[in-house]
């Protein structure tokens, strides 16, 4: 089945310790996501790649980059967690970025920071 | 994007029908309406949207109003394995292409 796919589903880091989330999709969509959410809130998108074009939100903290090499794989690199980092990653991707387009989650990775 | 205003907990009979609310009353003509659910630890699933028709599929159907500022999720015979936060988002999915959720209705399917 075509999907988009996170590993790992869990990952533990120390605070101010690099890290990096993975995300790959089948779907063979232009577009790629990253949302993240916190306990008990609702998920928050950080930044999207329009195929190679990328899309900052105007309030995601610096700290926040991503990368994506191709089609089926995106990054989202976190430089120097902090503690307030901990948090549901999620990766989405939707064929277009037209009206009435569909995004489709993957199963998201939690990050711990210690 | 229109705001969107949801119960924040609904119960429903396993086996039942159950109707999640939505209102967007304003709504612009050009926005889309949304259904995602979060069931606990897991990516948002996609559900089912809708511009003015009303909407079906395998999983549920869609009823907006005529006017369309409010729109009725229902899930035609919930089983336990639909309890999830259920989100309603009204976008247009165009330039940003950005899913602004809110807080969502907790559903709890009971037996």
């Known amino acids: 089945d075509a999907m988009v796919i996170q590993n790992p589903r869990y990952q533990v880091t120390q605070f101010g310790k690099p890290v990096t989330l993975s995300c790959s999709q089948t779907?063979?969509?232009?577009?790629m996501y990253w949302y993240q959410q916190k306990s008990s809130q609702a998920p928050k998108l950080l930044f999207h790649?329009?195929?190679?074009?990328?899309?900052n939100e105007a309030d995601t903290p610096d700290n926040f980059q991503s990368r994506r090499p191709n089609t089926s794989f995106c990054f989202l690199d976190i430089r120097s967690p902090g503690l307030g980092d901990a948090a549901m990653y999620l990766c989405a991707t939707s064929r277009d970025r037209g009206m009435g387009e569909t995004q489709y989650f993957g199963p998201g990775t939690r990050l711990l920071v210690l | 994007d229109a705001k969107t205003t949801q119960p924040p907990s609904m119960d429903c009979a396993e086996g039942r029908a159950a109707n999640l609310p939505c209102n967007h009353s304003t709504i612009s003509g050009n926005e889309y309406v949304y259904w995602y659910r979060q069931i606990h630890s897991q990516g948002p699933q996609y559900i089912i949207h809708g511009l003015k028709n009303n909407e079906t599929n395998e999983m549920a159907s869609l009823i907006i109003t005529e006017d369309r500022k409010s729109s009725t999720l229902i899930l035609p015979h919930a089983t336990l394995r639909d309890t999830a936060v259920y989100y309603c988002i009204a976008t247009i999915m165009e330039y940003g292409n950005k899913l602004v959720f809110g807080a969502g209705t907790i559903l709890r399917v009971k037996s």
């Open positions: 790649y329009y195929d190679k074009d990328f899309n």
């Open positions: 779907l063979n969509h232009n577009v």
